[in-house]
T-cell receptor, first 109, second 116 residues
Framework: EDQVTQSPEALRLQEGESSSLNCSYT??????LFWYRQDPGKGPEFLFT???AGEEKEKERLKATLTKKESFLHITAPKPEDSATYLC??????????FGTGTRLKVLA | DAGVIQSPRHEVTEMGQEVTLRCKPI?????LFWYRQTMMRGLELLIY????????DSGMPEDRFSAKMPNASFSTLKIQPSEPRDSAVYFC??????????????FGPGTRLTVL
């Protein structure tokens, strides 16, 4: 069964304290791995798509990487405005989207 | 573009009542998705359409749920009869296409449904 597992469930960081969020996946025929950001009371907002192992993408303080079993979202020197829930999703070979339950990130000033 | 539009934003109803959620996708997007989000189960894909045709409805929980897309600019998700366990936030999302089999989705603001 296709599955996406994110860890940790919740993470508290001090402003400037870098860290990584993990997304482990077992998705048959993975066509793409997505990262989204979700703010309270809003829909998820697209961040990155990764297509193959070894690929990396960056946007401001965020960098996403992909291996054959997991993806990482690295947050460098985070700021309070980076506080949100980060969702990971796999798109399978049978054209199904499988979302993880997310990591709730809180960055303290 | 105004983005994906959903209505209503909040809905409170009593068990047994019919509920209809509405969605207007981004113009030109070929794919439309309906999701349900709860604290316990996270984000679940219910159904998605390509060019107004349902492609995968395997996530629709039971026969009480139905979705239609009569044209490229409108879709509905109906629950009849509603039950308290249907309480959740329902999101609609659209995508410009699955070129190469992959594409990001643009989500609406969601409808928060409470069934008493």
């Amino acid at each position: 069964e296709d599955q996406v597992t994110q860890s940790p469930e919740a993470l508290r960081l001090q402003e400037g304290e870098s860290s990584s969020l993990n997304c482990s996946y077992t998705v048959s025929g993975l066509r793409g791995l997505f990262w989204y950001r979700q703010d309270p009371g809003k829909g998820p907002e697209f961040l990155f798509t990764l297509y193959s192992a070894g690929e990396e993408k960056e946007k401001e303080r965020l960098k996403a990487t992909l291996t054959k079993k997991e993806s990482f979202l690295h947050i460098t020197a985070p700021k309070p405005e980076d506080s949100a829930t980060y969702l990971c999703a796999g798109f399978s070979g049978t054209y199904k989207y499988i979302f993880g339950t997310g990591t709730r990130l809180k960055v303290l000033a | 573009d105004a983005g994906v539009i959903q209505s209503p934003r909040h809905e409170v109803t009593e068990m047994g009542q019919e509920v209809t959620l509405r969605c207007k996708p981004i113009s030109g997007h070929d794919y439309l998705f309906w999701y349900r989000q709860t604290m316990m189960r996270g984000l679940e894909l219910l159904i998605y359409f390509n060019n107004n045709v349902p492609i995968d409805d395997s996530g629709m929980p039971e026969d009480r749920f139905s979705a239609k897309m009569p044209n490229a600019s409108f879709s509905t998700l109906k629950i009849q009869p509603s039950e308290p366990r249907d309480s959740a936030v329902y999101f609609c999302a659209s995508s410009p296409g699955l070129a190469g089999g992959v594409n990001e989705q643009f989500f609406g603001p969601g409808t928060r449904l409470t069934v008493l």
